[in-house]
T-cell receptor, first 110, second 114 residues
Framework: QKEVEQNSGPLSVPEGAIASLNCTYS??????FFWYRQYSGKSPELIMS????GDKEDGRFTAQLNKASQYVSLLIRDSQPSDSATYLC??????????FGTGTSLTVIP | DAGITQSPRYKITETGRQVTLMCHQT?????MFWYRQDLGHGLRLIYY???????DKGEVPDGYVVSRSKTENFPLTLESATRSQTSVYFC?????????????FGPGTRLTVT
């Protein structure tokens, strides 16, 4: 069973702070990593993908990947109340099977 | 640009009934997926399809049937619904080329089995 683990939270940060979301995965052969944002009652929305070790930045979002430690993280800088959502980590180990974590709930306090 | 649509958005059915959830995408993506989302389990893959007439099981396929006669449609059928199939069902797709593994989700169908 391939596992993707996330802290369920809830994680609360004040507006303007950095939110740090973490994810670990069990399949060492995993190749592709994704972060999705899901608002309550809505579908997951892709916000970041990362394929190689290191950092990838897109606006206020930075994804970090460390394959040796089997760890992927998402940093949200200058957090806004509109960032309040559940963040899902997803891992693809090859082929087209994706494994999702249960998500981390983030609340940004104005 | 409609993307992925799902119908119905909400469905209540009785135990033992057959129910079909529809998924339609306008991007001509090769791959399509069905997930269910339950509290404490996250998203779990039910079935996926690489192309028309090609389908394969995911993590939790029991009790479900899929077909894909056209690239744009990927219906999911619960042949005899059970209460344990009460869930939110999401359809997703991703293209074969380019950002091949970036999945895009439909709005979901909330299914209640009584």
């Amino acid at each position: 069973q391939k596992e993707v683990e996330q802290n369920s939270g809830p994680l609360s940060v004040p507006e303007g702070a950095i939110a740090s979301l973490n994810c670990t995965y069990s399949d060492r052969g995993s190749q592709s990593f994704f972060w999705y944002r899901q608002y309550s009652g809505k579908s997951p929305e892709l916000i970041m993908s990362i394929y190689s070790n290191g950092d990838k930045e897109d606006g206020r979002f930075t994804a970090q990947l460390n394959k040796a430690s089997q760890y992927v993280s998402l940093l949200i800088r200058d957090s806004q109340p509109s960032d309040s959502a559940t963040y899902l980590c997803a891992v693809n180990g090859g082929g087209n099977q994706f494994y999702f974590g249960t998500g981390t709930s983030l609340t940004v306090i104005p | 640009d409609a993307g992925i649509t799902q119908s119905p958005r909400y469905k209540i059915t009785e135990t033992g009934r057959q129910v079909t959830l529809m998924c339609h995408q306008t991007w001509s993506h090769s791959y399509m997926f069905w997930y269910r989302q339950d509290l404490g389990h996250g998203l779990r893959l039910i079935y996926y399809s690489a192309a028309a007439d090609i389908t394969d099981k995911g993590e939790v396929p029991d009790g479900y049937v899929v077909s894909r006669s056209k690239t744009e449609n990927f219906p999911l059928t619960l042949e005899s619904a059970t209460r344990s199939q009460t869930s939110v069902y999401f359809c997703a797709s991703n293209p074969l080329s380019g950002r091949a593994y970036e999945q895009y989700f439909g709005p979901g169908t909330r299914l209640t089995v009584t």
